[in-house]
């Protein structure tokens, strides 16, 4: 059955939470139903990477003033490869937390200054919101809404990042609460620092996965913190330190050489465990839900084993599978506008850019 649809509109997004200044043009459609039509039709990331790995992590001072240098190339090239004009774009999205403030900012800044030249409202985006949503980016125009909303809700969306670790519980496209979090290091955060701890380059997440391909996970037994507790909180606080501790026994006096098998297993049973924990409460939470489905989405989402392991289980389970495609695991320009465009979807109505500012500690 064909489905009325509303016009075309055009959203900007603008994301500079963290040290990737991003934007994105994408074109968005209402469905009956809810569900938007969304198509992405440029998206443009300067990470800093290189900037941060020479200090070992992010300086939110550099940050800030790299965003400042980047944020008006990379919208203009957003614009132009989107081939839409300024003038027809109909809303602003735009980061406003949460994050580091003097990243935040600059991006913030830049969008309400672009909305009062353009007179165009701006749509405050949380990030989390954007990883939340980032999986639903590539389902939006294969199935109408009637059969997404059947099909996937209630949703258990496991949102994995480098400052963030959440458990959210979906139950329609814009009805959703948080079941959990990281009572301390985020997963991304752990596996940082681990990789620091090996002295592996920042940002370590992806190189302590590449070792870890060589390594055997079961060769340490490193501990599983909270995997049984009854809440849907997380802490890989204990799980750092227990590496810690097995570097320095192994270490000792500094004499004993440090074989790179040995750093291989290390990765291998530290990424385990993080998977472990992290599958173990997602579907928990899904059976206790009685989900018909599970996302994935955040930086750490890119982890292949969690990639794989997950979406086996699931299936297993009888969950289907949505991880955020990798290019939009990162933080990225898109996911912002997609979070937007299901914010408009839900009759959300953008605001003028005067009651726009940067929280760096906005909650879901
Ligand atoms: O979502 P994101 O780009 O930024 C935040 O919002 O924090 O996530 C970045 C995090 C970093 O901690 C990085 O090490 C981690 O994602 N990461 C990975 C992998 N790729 C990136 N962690 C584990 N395995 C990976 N392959
Ligand atoms: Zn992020």
């Known amino acids: 059955m064909k489905q009325p649809t509303g016009h075309k509109k055009f959203i900007l997004a603008i994301e500079t939470s963290c040290d990737e200044t991003a934007a994105a043009v994408l074109s968005y459609q209402k469905k009956a139903g809810g569900f938007p039509d969304i198509k992405t039709l440029s998206s443009v990331i300067k990470s800093q990477t290189k900037l941060h790995s020479k200090m070992g992590g992010v300086v939110p001072e550099a940050a800030a003033r790299a965003h400042v240098k980047w944020i008006r190339p990379v919208v203009e090239k957003a614009l132009f490869a989107s081939r839409c004009p300024h003038h027809a774009i109909d809303y602003i999205a735009v980061t406003v937390g949460p994050g580091l403030i003097p990243s ?132 890989f606080s204990g799980l750092k330190t227990a590496v810690l501790y097995y570097l320095r026994d192994y270490v000792g006096n500094g004499l004993k050489p440090f074989p790179t098998k040995t750093k291989a297993n290390i990765c291998a049973g530290f990424q385990q465990a993080v998977v472990d924990v992290l599958i173990a409460k997602t579907l928990r939470a899904a059976k206790e839900f009685i989900a018909k489905s599970v996302s994935l989405s955040g930086g750490v989402a890119a982890n292949q084993i969690l990639r794989h392991d997950l979406n086996l289980k699931s299936k297993i389970l009888n969950f289907k599978f949505f991880p955020s495609p990798l290019h939009l695991t990162g933080d990225n320009g898109e996911m912002i506008g997609i979070a937007a465009a299901f914010m408009l979807a839900s009759g959300y109505k953008p605001k003028s850019y005067r009651l726009i500012k940067a929280d760096s500690n906005l909650e879901l």
């Open 104 to 235: 935040l900012i600059v991006g913030v800044e830049f969008a309400k200054a672009l909305s009062f030249a353009l007179n165009k409202p701006i749509i405050p985006v949380n990030h989390m919101a954007g990883h939340l949503y980032s999986p639903f980016g590539r389902i939006s125009s294969k199935l109408s809404s009637y059969q997404v909303v059947k099909s996937l809700f209630p949703m258990i969306s496991l949102i994995v990042s480098g400052g963030h670790t959440m458990l959210v519980l979906m139950k329609n496209i814009n009805d959703y609460k948080v079941l959990g979090q990281t009572v301390d290091d985020a997963a991304g955060e752990a596996f940082d620092k681990v990789a620091k701890m090996l002295m592996l380059p920042y940002p370590g997440g992806s190189e302590v996965s590449k070792l870890a391909a060589d390594g055997n996970p079961k060769a340490i037994n490193f501990p599983r913190p909270m995997i049984n507790s009854k809440n849907y909180n997380f802490s």
